[in-house]
């Protein structure tokens, strides 16, 4: 039997719209209480609104998907060669989820965790509720030209539409703006003939958790079950009534993350690299 120092992969944890690696603090702090060692990259141009320049907003409008999936590309190929780590754990937020899920198409990886996934090519989120949520960002046309952000009124009905006030506060006191481009890539790929959304689903090899929380007004839960669907017998989705889009900590979250550690147990994910203290990076 191999020993728990081998028993458990890293895992690289990918944020989503308007996020950080800091977002996935409390996802990081559950992995690390299980005994592993957690890497969480921050997008390029990802910075609090406050904190980020004009010259930085301008870069942004011109990045888009295939820039993250490159940077990611990148971050992995050095955690192979600096940290050892050759098939890690991958797990998504949001459009982190879409990114994971297109990694682990082309990429090798112990498993993959999905937390309310964006909606890759060829399974469409649009309803109200979506619309609502996006809100004033809607009516910046072309939007691939701007950036995007979220206010309170946003997060309060379509992110953390669950959460308590304090906590909805918070989260948009850390919120970054988004790039249109990224996000019209992922809402409207016909529009720039884009292909950053198309995931190869027969190529992703590891066992996969889909989480969905039914209350979920940005990808609503029907884009999770097709999701799941897609992946077939590999995948599993469990869905949590209470749940809203922000499935990565605050209320509710010690649910979610009993499920996943039940999810973890059944597998046993056992890959061959050591795991070392946790470090978030």
């Given at each position: 039997m191999a020993s728990?120092?081998?028993?458990?992969?890293?895992?690289?944890?990918?944020?989503?719209?308007?996020?950080?690696?800091?977002?996935?603090?409390?996802?990081?702090?559950?992995?690390?209480?299980?005994?592993?060692?957690?890497?969480?990259?921050?997008?390029?141009?990802?910075?609090?609104?406050?904190?980020?320049?004009?010259?930085?907003?301008?870069?942004?409008?011109?990045?888009?998907?295939?820039?993250?999936?490159?940077?990611?590309?990148?971050?992995?190929d050095d955690l192979k060669l600096n940290h050892g780590v050759e098939r890690p754990m991958l797990l998504g937020h949001s459009m982190g989820g879409l990114l994971a899920l297109k990694l682990a198409s082309q990429r090798p990886h112990c498993g993959l965790v999905l937390l309310s996934p964006a909606a890759p090519r060829g399974i469409s989120a649009w309803g109200m509720s979506v619309l609502r949520t996006m809100g004033r960002n809607l009516l910046k046309f072309p939007t691939w030209w701007y950036t995007l952000s979220l206010n309170l009124a946003n997060v309060r009905y379509g992110i953390?539409?669950?959460?308590?006030?304090?906590?909805?506060?918070?989260?948009?006191?850390?919120?970054?703006?988004?790039?249109?481009?990224?996000?019209?890539q992922i809402l409207m790929p016909w529009l720039l003939q884009s292909d950053a959304t198309q995931v190869q689903f027969a190529g992703v090899s590891g066992p996969v958790l889909v989480i969905s929380g039914q209350q979920d007004r940005i990808t609503p839960e029907r884009v999770h079950w097709q999701i799941a669907d897609r992946l077939g017998g590999k995948a599993k989705l469990l869905?949590?009534?209470?749940?809203?889009?922000?499935?990565?900590?605050?209320?509710?979250?010690?649910?979610?993350?009993?499920?996943?550690?039940?999810?973890?147990?059944?597998?046993?994910?056992i890959c061959l690299e050591r795991t070392q203290t946790r470090s978030v990076g």
């Open positions: 728990n120092l081998e028993a458990k992969p890293a895992v690289v944890l990918i944020h989503g719209m308007w996020g950080t690696g800091e977002t996935l603090n409390e996802v990081a702090q559950a992995f690390a209480s299980w005994g592993y060692r957690t890497f969480s990259p921050t997008l390029p141009l990802h910075r609090v609104m406050v904190q980020t320049s004009t010259v930085e907003r301008k870069q942004l409008t011109h990045t888009g998907l295939d820039d993250y999936l490159r940077f990611l590309n990148g971050y992995l953390a539409n669950t959460q308590p006030l304090p906590y909805q506060q918070q989260i948009t006191e850390q919120l970054c703006y988004e790039s249109g481009r990224a996000a019209t869905k949590f009534t209470a749940a809203c889009h922000w499935t990565v900590g605050g209320q509710g979250f010690d649910d979610i993350a009993t499920g996943i550690e039940s999810w973890l147990s059944q597998h046993g994910l």
